[in-house]
């Protein structure tokens, strides 16, 4: 083959190789689209769960992420607003915890200016949203259900379930370590809060994370109310 071809062939390889480079790098790199959940999948197991939330924790160099803070039991306000120091607030998830009863998971979003009055407000503004659920409900147990929701929610119960927080690594690691945290699972870097999907564990879910009995009687005195 005359030298002029030899180095054609070659300049040709050259390029195919480097694009090649290129575009395996590109694919090495981690990329995240569409909507990412922040808590367990439908039946996994909870303990496995538990280990994926750990390793999610950025680097203490990374910047800021969201994150699902889970906790080992329902709270009222003020102990759960103490749980998100050095982090920023943004949202808070209650539910009731009647022993046996499927209860609703409610979501208020929260400027995070002052954790405990604002999670407060969100609590009272929970229990008109039970209330006026139990006005739309036919009679009968779901009816039962949200006035005994509504009415806990009112009386101030420990009902916070879960918290979304933004924070960078070392912040996220620091409310991860507090007594009555049980997971901080983070979300990818850069993840927009509009494509996050939450769904909390629940704190009696212990072994896997599936339906809670719906089995139980609602009290009578708090069906009332």
Not at 48 to 56: E, F, I, N, T
Not at 145 to 154: I, K, N
Not at 167 to 181: H, Q, S, T, W
């Given at each position: 083959?005359?030298?002029?071809?030899?180095?054609?062939?070659?300049?040709?390889?050259?390029?195919?190789?480097?694009?090649?480079?290129?575009?395996?790098?590109?694919?090495?790199?981690?990329?995240?689209?569409?909507?990412?959940?922040?808590?367990?999948?439908?039946?996994?197991?909870?303990?496995?769960?538990?280990?994926?939330?750990?390793?999610?924790?950025?680097?203490?160099?990374?910047?800021?992420?969201?994150?699902?803070?889970?906790?080992?039991?329902?709270?009222?306000?003020?102990?759960?607003?103490?749980?998100?120091?050095?982090?920023?607030?943004?949202?808070?998830?209650?539910?009731?915890?009647?022993?046996?009863?499927?209860?609703?998971?409610?979501?208020?979003?929260?400027?995070?200016?002052?954790?405990?009055?604002?999670?407060?407000?969100?609590?009272?503004?929970?229990?008109?949203?039970?209330?006026?659920?139990?006005?739309?409900?036919?009679?009968?147990?779901?009816?039962?259900?949200?006035?005994?929701?509504?009415?806990?929610?009112?009386?101030?119960?420990?009902?916070?379930?879960?918290?979304?927080v933004f924070g960078d690594g070392d912040a996220l690691r620091a409310v991860a370590a507090?007594?009555?945290?049980?997971?901080?699972?983070?979300?990818?870097?850069?993840?927009?809060?509009?494509?996050?999907?939450?769904?909390?564990?629940?704190?009696?879910?212990?072994?896997?994370?599936?339906?809670?009995?719906?089995?139980?009687?609602?009290?009578?005195?708090?069906?009332?109310?």
């Amino acid at each position: 083959m005359p030298s002029r071809a030899r180095w054609a062939v070659l300049a040709v390889l050259f390029v195919v190789f480097g694009v090649t480079v290129v575009v395996a790098g590109q694919r090495a790199e981690p990329v995240h689209s569409g909507v990412q959940r922040l808590g367990p999948e439908a039946a996994e197991p909870v303990a496995h769960y538990l280990r994926r939330a750990g390793a999610s924790l950025p680097g203490g160099t990374a910047g800021p992420v969201w994150a699902l803070v889970a906790l080992d039991s329902y709270l009222m306000p003020e102990p759960a607003a103490d749980l998100t120091r050095g982090v920023r607030l943004s949202r808070v998830i209650f539910r009731v915890p009647l022993p046996r009863v499927q209860t609703a998971l409610i979501s208020r979003d929260l400027p995070g200016q002052r954790p405990v009055t604002e999670l407060a407000e969100a609590m009272r503004s929970a229990a008109q949203d039970r209330l006026g659920a139990s006005r739309a409900a036919p009679s009968g147990r779901a009816a039962a259900v949200a006035v005994a929701e509504a009415g806990q929610l009112r009386s101030g119960c420990a009902c916070v379930l879960a918290l979304l927080v933004f924070g960078d690594g070392d912040a996220l690691r620091a409310v991860a370590a507090r007594p009555g945290v049980r997971a901080v699972h983070a979300a990818f870097p850069d993840t927009p809060l509009q494509d996050l999907a939450i769904s909390p564990l629940l704190p009696e879910q212990v072994y896997l994370a599936g339906p809670v009995p719906d089995d139980g009687q609602v009290p009578a005195d708090l069906a009332g109310r």
